[in-house]
């Protein structure tokens, strides 16, 4: 494909990409507001924070075997949380082939001091999913969102196993089969795939993470936001919509719109076919473009969601100009790739971006891959 030349834009800006990217239709004044302003604790509240668990679970498709319950700190406060309350028991094993799976490496070995084996892999690449030592508990991302490189699926996960799975699984809920008979505790936040709001975490737990929460101690102090039993039992409430602390009732109300948009999609396999779209739609520009490529080279293990690209020749300088000059003409938005990872773009595919709006990025790309070169 013949490049524009710089003075050619395309014909409008249209595309913000990103993992907070609403739903198409997205409109605040369609809110519920009956319950905003409203303590959450009020019968209202909860049973709005209720609606939102229950339609999680519909569109996930989460068995009744798991809980899952709202929590403090996004997908950070949710893994970290479970983290503390249920490692320490046995042996810990931590993959990390990107920035947030080595932030609990640095949670497992500074601040827990549990001395873990760690499995790593270079950014694009992912470790030796053969090599895990299942009497262990195990933590991993389920999709790497700032090196675009996922877990093909949970096939690497026994069926029988001593330890637990730790899936920080952000950016892959909603957009990925997950088979939760091989999940233990699962995390995300809202402001990923569902382009909701931040600031709260979605905590899911099988029944072995229940059984290791109510006959498991740790020998570290615990802050109140991390506490999931009372008297050696599980506190259900928190799974019930009775948040451990005071949520926001507006975040709620916009993560339940989005997930009644979902539904109107066709729930799970509706926002897959989204993801699945849009992430073809955006390797067909990378396949037209010998300059750009993907960071991860094999198609099984290449994310579907937060896809990262190589841009030939570009390092750190070049990238900053070249998302600076499509945010200048409101083209696109934050799609400079992780402050941390090798240099390069990443570019939300999630449900809650148009097809068509990836379709119309290539002619930015050009254009700014150009415009760049030339100054």
Known sequence: MTALLPARKPARPFFSSGPCAKPPGYAPEKLATECLGRSHRAKIGKSRLALCIDLMREVLQLPDTHRIGIVPGSDTGAFEMAMWTMLGARG???????????????????????????????????????????ADDVL??????????????????????????????????FAYDIDWSKIDVATFSWQKVLGGEGGHGVLILGPRAVERLESYTPAWPLPKVFRLTAKGKLSEGVFKGETINTPSMLAVEDATFALEWAKGLGGLKGLQARSDANAAALDAIVQARPWLSHLCADEATRSKTSVCLSVEGADEAFIKAFAGALEKE??????????????????????????????????????????????
Request: glycine residues 8%.
């Open 140 to 173: 991993f991302t389920w999709n790497g969102t700032t090196s675009g490189v996922r877990v093909p699926n949970a096939d690497f996960i026994p069926e029988t196993r001593e330890g637990l799975s730790f899936a920080d699984a952000t950016s892959a809920v």
């Open 92 to 134: 810990v094993t931590t993959l990390a082939w990107e920035s947030f799976g080595e932030g609990w490496v640095t949670d497992a070995v500074k601040q827990l001091k549990l001395d873990p084996t760690v499995l790593r892999a270079d950014y694009g690449q992912i470790p030796d999913l053969s090599q895990i030592n299942w």
């Open 330 to 375: 409101g083209a696109a938005y934050d799609i400079a790739g992780y402050r941390d990872a090798p240099a390069g773009l990443r570019i939300w595919c999630g449900a809650t971006v148009d097809t068509a709006d990836i379709e119309a990025l290539g002619p930015w790309l050009d254009w700014a891959y150009e415009t760049t070169k030339a100054s």
